[in-house]
């Protein structure tokens, strides 16, 4: 359960973190990509088809209680986060595709996402509530739109809200560990091994299954590697806000359990496969055409 004034600050926090993100992009980068759209087609296919398939398998594998099984459900079908995009620049991937791919599975989860939650929890035989997450979805688009046109509008006051919303980024995850968790410390404990396998394995596994899928397409290894990160690196404060402006107290500390260790986790996996992906021979790499795809 989230008290008020939490809630209120998540609220702030994620919707900065949404206008930093659409602070990073203008319509022209949206142009260009759309010229050669098979790498925003493939992170789309990533982010929407291996993850929440990914989240099915863990629910229909593990044996959770329904509460976590559709906080598994949820963080699967997020769109990228944030930081996949710092993961990416520090790993030597394609940042320009990693910040398109972030930002267009954004805009496009106000439609695919509350589409395949319902065919995976109707598979599952768990009740959404599908109306309301698609008004907070709605809602947090907004500030990434505001973001773009500010960008546009001034390239300077776009750059700073671009940097605010990646270091608010980061700041979240300690804002998680320093609020949420000392609250609910008791409940973790008691939490199952599953639960924490699913929140870990969603970060390890999806990242392994991007950089295979992109690897399959041969693509470049920096695409190969920013796919992989994408695919991986879901969007967790968005997850726990649609947590907690969605359902009912009593059931958000169970439902919000997933999103919140895996926001934890996935930068401690982030950064060993950051550190695995920079001992590639770059020398090597830097021999191949480098081009988008």
């Not at 206008?19 to 990533?46: C, E, M, N, Y």
């Not at 907690?244 to 895996?262: E, G, K, S």
Request: net charge neutral; proline share 5%; with cysteine.
């Amino acid at each position: 359960m989230v008290d008020e004034f939490t809630q209120t600050l998540l609220g702030i926090l994620v919707a900065v973190i949404m206008l930093g993100l659409g602070a990073s992009l203008t319509p022209r980068d949206f142009l260009l990509a759309l010229k050669r759209p098979q790498g925003l087609l493939i992170g789309v296919a990533a982010q929407y088809g291996i993850m929440p398939f990914l989240g099915f398998l863990f629910v229909t594998l593990l044996v959770v209680p329904e509460e976590i099984a559709l906080g598994i459900l949820l963080m699967a079908c997020m769109p990228g986060g944030t930081t996949s995009n710092v993961f990416t620049y520090f790993s030597k991937g394609n940042l320009a595709l990693s910040l398109l791919m972030t930002v267009t599975s954004t805009a496009t989860g106000i439609l695919l996402i509350p589409i395949i939650l319902l065919v995976y929890a109707a598979a599952l035989d768990i009740e959404i509530p599908r109306e309301e997450i698609i008004k907070v979805l709605a809602v947090l688009l907004v500030p990434v739109l505001l973001g773009m046109t500010l960008r546009k509008v001034n390239a300077n006051i776009g750059a700073v809200l671009e940097f605010c919303g990646s270091m608010l980024g980061a700041f979240f995850i300690i804002f998680i560990a320093a609020t949420w968790i000392p609250q609910n410390w008791q409940f973790l404990l008691g939490t199952s091994g599953a639960t924490y396998v699913a929140a870990i394995g969603l970060g390890v596994v999806g990242i392994t299954l991007g950089y295979l899928f992109a690897k399959l397409l041969r693509l470049h290894p920096r695409n190969a590697r920013t796919v992989a990160l994408e695919t991986g690196i879901q969007n967790g404060p968005l997850a726990i806000a649609i947590v907690v402006f969605t359902f009912p107290p009593d059931q958000q500390q169970a439902i919000m359990a997933v999103p919140a260790l895996y926001s934890l986790f996935i930068v401690l996996v982030s950064t060993g496969v950051t550190l695995f992906f920079r001992r590639a021979n770059t020398a090597a790499e830097q021999k191949m055409p480098d081009s988008l795809l």
